[in-house]
Nanobody, 120 residues
């Protein structure tokens, strides 16, 4: 079992910045990748950015060059961060942290979600 706790959301003006954090605890030794997704009402949840425990990253086209995902690891927890710059109203969503563990069976864990609101 992997537990995920997100923090750092809130209200920000367009053009501003926010930093989201997600702390993963529990069976983190099984986790090979973590990611941020976001969802707005009436739309599917979409991938924002992902990072492997080795540091390889992937970004949605809409956030590339504005958002940066990083990972910090220690024996007790993995923490991923999403630095979000040049925010626009299009970035308003609930952001979810995700962790993937391929073994013993593929498993995806989700955080509770955190609101990010960008005012124009």
């Amino acid at each position: 079992q992997v537990q995920l706790v997100e923090s750092g959301g809130g209200l920000v003006q367009a053009g501003g910045s926010l930093r989201l954090s997600c702390a993963a605890s529990g069976s983190i030794f099984r986790v090979t990748a973590m990611a941020w997704y976001r969802q707005v009402p009436g739309k599917q949840r979409e991938l924002v950015a992902s990072i492997t425990t080795g540091g390889s990253t992937n970004y949605a086209h809409s956030v590339k060059d504005r958002f940066t995902i990083t990972i910090s690891k220690d024996n007790l927890k993995n923490t991923i961060y999403l630095q979000m710059n040049s925010l626009t109203s299009e970035d308003t969503a609930v952001y979810y942290c995700n962790a993937f563990s391929p073994s013993p069976l593929p498993r995806t864990s989700w955080g509770q979600g955190i609101q990010v609101t960008v005012s124009s």
